[in-house]
Nanobody, 122 residues
Framework: QMQLVESGGGLVQAGGSLRLSCVDT????????MGWFRQAPGKEREFVAAIGWSGQTFSSDSAKGRFTISRDTAKKTVYLEMNSLKPEDTAVYYC????????????????WGQGTQVTVSS
């Protein structure tokens, strides 16, 4: 069974950068779309970006121009490079694997990591 582990979160000032990583520690090489979502306190889980099995990428409007998703297939790792961070980006960031479904719908993801906290101070 796939096990995803996120890392790279932390506290950063507005305008700063972070790079999140998501590793498939079981190295299952399960085909599918890897997505990044975030969830702030009291809010629903929100789509951020995704990368398909073929490498096609998708981004939310809030992420476009600031966040970049990429994948290192050999390392079984997906990255989320976040630049120009804003206080409203503060949330727990989760990565997940989708076998099929709507990319922006978290309910269509089969596996999730435990999340990594990102806090952006003003």
């Amino acid at each position: 069974q796939m096990q995803l582990v996120e890392s790279g979160g932390g506290l950063v000032q507005a305008g700063g950068s972070l790079r999140l990583s998501c590793v498939d520690t079981k190295r299952t090489n399960t085909p599918g779309t890897m997505g990044w979502f975030r969830q702030a306190p009291g809010k629903e889980r929100e789509f951020v970006a995704a990368i398909g099995w073929s490498g096609q990428t998708f981004s939310s409007d809030s992420a476009k121009g600031r966040f970049t998703i990429s994948r290192d297939t050999a390392k079984k790792t997906v990255y989320l490079e976040m630049n120009s961070l804003k206080p409203e980006d503060t949330a727990v960031y989760y990565c997940g694997l989708q076998i099929s479904g709507v990319i922006r719908n978290p309910s269509d993801y089969s596996y999730w990591g435990q999340g990594t906290q990102v806090t952006v101070s003003s």
